[in-house]
Every structure is written in C-alpha cells, then in structure tokens.
C-alpha cells in the first residue's frame, strides 16, 4: 500500500522505500506500547484483505499551530479500496473507541488541501477546519473534532 503513488499522492508525495514502511510499523507498535493508543489494520469484512490502516498517533510534528495537546486521528486505505465508503467505517470506529478510551476530549487530523476524499470523510465524521498550516513545506488543512 505505502509503494503505491495512488496512496501516497497526499502523503509526502512519493512511494514509500521498505525501509520507510518498517520505520513506519516500528512506530506503530511503539505508539501502543508508550501511549495506548495507536494504529489498526483496516480488514474488509467479507474477504479478509487488507483494506488499510486507521488509528491515533502522536507524531510531535514540526507544525504551527502545535498538535501536541491532541491524539491525531490519521487514516490510509489501499488503492483498490477507495470510494466504498471503508474509510468513512473506520474512522468512526476509530472515534467510537477514542471517546471511550482515549484521556483527551479533543482529536486533530491534517489533511492535503487537494485531497477531496479524504476532506469528505472528515467532515462527514465532524471535523471541523481549525484552520490552514504548512507543514515540511507543504500546505495543509488543520481539523480538529470533539470525541
């Protein structure tokens, strides 16, 4: 999924390496291990695949204003999987678990200012515009939603 330039258009623009994706899980595992909270694989329910990832992070990330102060909501599904309303599922799922497991009342997700789908599911799932940023030289649009 993070090799594919479908996938990773919005998110930093380029395929990932092996070596970026390993980092990437190593992270995973981390988040839960230090925070208790982070990543989910998406599995479409019928089949079994892998669909994607969905979860909560604190990535620290060099961003003005800071999103320190709240879990970020990140999602990701595989190419084949978009437009079948997954992400939608997930993130809301995610939401569900985040109000009951979750200390903050408050989480953020930033998203590509040409990414319409993913601005679809964020509103849908009630993000609302916090407001715009750049982040590594990139614009982008800051949301946050109450859990």
């Known amino acids: 999924m993070w090799s594919d330039p479908a996938v990773t258009r919005f998110i930093g623009g380029r395929p990932f390496t092996e070596e970026e994706v390993w980092a990437r899980f190593l ?16 599995e479409e329910c019928s089949t079994g695949r892998f669909a994607g ?8 990330r060099d961003i003005q204003p ?3 102060e709240y879990p970020e909501l990140g999602w990701v599904l595989a190419s084949e999987f978009h437009g079948r309303g997954y992400a939608t599922e997930a993130v809301s799922a995610a939401l569900d678990w985040g109000r009951v497991n979750l200390p903050a009342k408050t989480t953020a997700c ?4 040409a990414n319409a789908a993913s601005l679809r599911v964020a509103e849908k799932c009630g993000f609302r515009k916090r407001c715009d940023a750049v982040y590594k030289g990139h ?6 939603r109450e859990l």
């Open 27 to 42: 992270r995973y595992a981390g988040h839960w291990h230090v925070l208790g909270f982070g990543f989910w694989v998406v």
């Open 53 to 60: 990832e969905v979860g909560f992070a604190n990535l620290k």
């Open 66 to 68: 800071s999103l320190d």
């Open 110 to 113: 930033i998203i590509h200012p």
């Open 139 to 144: 614009s982008t649009v800051m949301f946050t």
